[in-house]
């Protein structure tokens, strides 16, 4: 039997069939079945007899080899023997089951398991004869009915009929002891057909995003009498729309009565968010909703000076000269509150204040002066990262010079001056003309 140690008594003999009182012979043993291997141990008795002990755990069929003798070893008399290993007693821990009746199960149909006998080494057992006992019940802790059958050949089948559908604790037992070790499982009894108007959502797609951040619509089945359904099989279909786009959504079925639908969007306005059953063509009981997308966070590499490159390419010496700066998002959406690292570097022959001014709306003002000609380079940074186009090379004069872009700029005026507002990129003015700026050429930057 599995488990149990087994000694047998080998007595020498000489040539002459005389029994031989005295140790020291050479003997050997090994036991096989298949890919499994026991190896016996070998006790020279000082006597001529020599004890040889096995404990095999698998039960099967083994060849057990004796040899004797050095340095060949022959086969004693009659090795190689075939030693027959059964099965250890019933062992409830180490006893399965299996069938879909442990985990799913229908509302008025029987479930069904099967569980397989086993001893503590795994070894099945072939015979029957364990009381069988089977335990079902509701999470609210009403038992159901079931039944358990002795096949008589080491399985026994189980089975039970749940009428109200909902999660169960299953429990099984031979010989008043719960298999597997302990285990209990859960089956989930099935509703009734889906019903839109009971169906519910819940996730990030139905509250404010941000852009490019995922939505997720989950939505759970029920039935007309408010049963969850637990399992897969409907049919849902959702789209996201705005003003200027209309996308169906690819719907996740999850087989467990709930059903995943994800988009990802990256324009920041207002959509439209519904979901339908396609078996009743009719929106589930919360559908449409409306989900704001708003900016992302602001993106240095996306964030653009409100001056193009070449409008930041000169500026008087000794004056005030200022430009806007608009952050962006990574999919160019404005951002519109402030607080981001926004800094401003300057790189030349002479020195220079900068200085930056939180808008608190996306935008940021820059204002700077420098008090030596020659060419600078100027770092615009966000996070400590260059904004769109920066850096960039400004070369500072002492000759008047005007530099503008944009339109609806009419005359500018006397005085050290930038300005930026409606219609205008920014402009740097000199001190000593006012007239209108048609005809004039901006000073070319310098490479």
């Not at 008025?108 to 079902?136: H, M, P, R």
């Not at 009428?163 to 298999?179: E, F, K, M, R």
């Not at 690819?250 to 969007?265: A, C, H, L, P, R």
């Not at 409100?306 to 959406?333: G, H, I, M, P």
Request: charged letters at 15%.
């Amino acid at each position: 039997m599995a488990g149990i140690a087994n000694t047998l008594t080998l007595t020498s003999f000489d040539k002459y069939h005389n029994e031989i009182f005295s140790g020291g012979n050479t003997v050997s043993a090994s036991m096989v079945a298949g890919l499994t291997s026991v190896t016996p141990t070998v006790q020279d008795l000082q006597n001529g007899n020599y004890s040889i002990t096995y404990n095999a755990t698998k039960s099967a069929l083994y060849t057990l080899t004796i040899k004797e003798g050095a340095p060949v070893a022959v086969n004693v008399n009659n090795s190689p023997f075939e030693v027959t290993v059964t099965p250890a007693a019933l062992a409830p821990a180490h006893c399965t089951a299996s069938g879909s009746g442990l985990t799913t199960a229908t509302a008025g149909v029987f479930a069904n398991a099967t569980v397989t006998a086993k001893d503590q080494y795994d070894n099945l057992i072939t015979g029957g004869g364990a009381t069988c006992e089977v335990s079902v019940v509701s999470a609210g802790g009403v038992s159901v009915q079931a039944f358990c059958t002795d096949f008589h050949n080491g399985t026994y089948g189980v089975g039970y009929n749940a009428t109200v559908a909902g999660a169960y604790v299953l429990q099984i037992l031979l010989d008043q002891t719960p298999i597997d070790h302990g285990s209990t499982w859960s089956p989930l009894v099935s509703p009734a057909a889906t019903n839109a108007e009971q169906c519910t959502w819940t996730g990030s797609g139905l509250h404010q995003l941000t852009a490019g951040a995922p939505g997720e619509i989950v939505v759970t089945a029920f039935d007309r009498f408010g049963n969850a359904r637990e399992r897969g099989g409907d049919f849902f279909y959702a789209n996201v729309s705005s003003a200027s786009s209309n996308e169906a959504l690819t719907v996740t079925d999850n087989n467990n009565g709930t059903y995943v639908m994800s988009f990802t969007k990256t324009n920041a306005t207002a959509y439209t968010v519904a979901v339908w059953l396609g078996t009743e063509d009719q929106n589930i009981g919360p559908s449409p909703v409306t989900v704001q997308v708003v900016p992302g966070s602001p993106s240095a590499a996306h964030s653009i000076a409100l001056a193009q490159k070449d409008d930041l390419s000169s500026a008087r010496v000794n004056e005030a000269n200022f430009f806007s700066v608009q952050t962006r998002d990574e999919y160019d959406n404005n951002v519109t509150h402030g607080d981001a690292s926004m800094t401003v570097d300057m790189i030349g022959p002479g020195s220079y204040h900068a200085n930056v001014t939180d808008q608190k709306n996306g935008k940021y003002t820059v204002d700077f002066i420098t008090f030596v000609t020659g060419r600078y380079v100027m770092h615009v940074k966000l996070d400590a990262k260059d904004i769109a186009d920066s850096p960039f090379k400004i070369d500072i004069y002492t000759d008047p010079a005007w530099i503008f872009t944009g339109q609806g700029i009419a005359v500018i005026s006397l005085g050290c001056a930038v300005a930026a507002g409606a219609g205008m990129w920014a402009y740097f003015a000199h001190c000593h003309k006012s007239r209108t700026p048609e005809g004039f050429d901006p000073i070319p930057a310098t490479a």
